[in-house]
């Protein structure tokens, strides 16, 4: 289950990630201009400690792009290269936001699904008053399973494409992607 607090980001998540992503250089010479929201999941951190959330955003282009985060309330030792931005969080205070794939939690419960065959988390939110709800999700995501690599190593799609793959994957749908495209891919 995926605790979600109704709360105020400063900034929002979208501007954070619009700041960043000129700055990546698989983004490099790609339309990044209009980024609107298009998908978004998450998975669940079996301490409860790290949120982990994956947004897809699309251009004016129609390109759409990846981008796992992670929220922390405490920086990740040893991980500022892969720091999005700080954000005030107006529930949890301030929360540091990471690129999924350079942080430890992300890449082990990601793992963990596409082996599985495992979907995403249960989203619950939680109102002011403490109150409790079930949101559906439109996205859906599942991975393929199999058997646990020696040494895995998690291949984003940063840019979103229909390539298929014979590799363990986690796949998606969400509003106007019907049909499942692979998401991440689980290589040696």
Known sequence: MALIHQATLVPSKLDAIAAWLPTQEWSARRDITGLEAVATYRFDDPDGEVGIETHLLRSTSGTVFQVPLTYRSAPLAGADAYLVATLEHSVLGTRWLYDGVGDPVYVAVTTAAI?????????????ADGSRSVRESTTQVRGSGGSALTSPHLQVRRVIDATPTELPHLLGTW???????VLVELRN
Request: glycine share 10%; net charge negative; no cysteine.
């Open 115 to 127: 082996v599985e065959a495992a979907g995403q988390a249960e989203l619950v939110v939680q109102a």
């Open 175 to 181: 509003p106007g992607q019907d049909e499942p495209i």
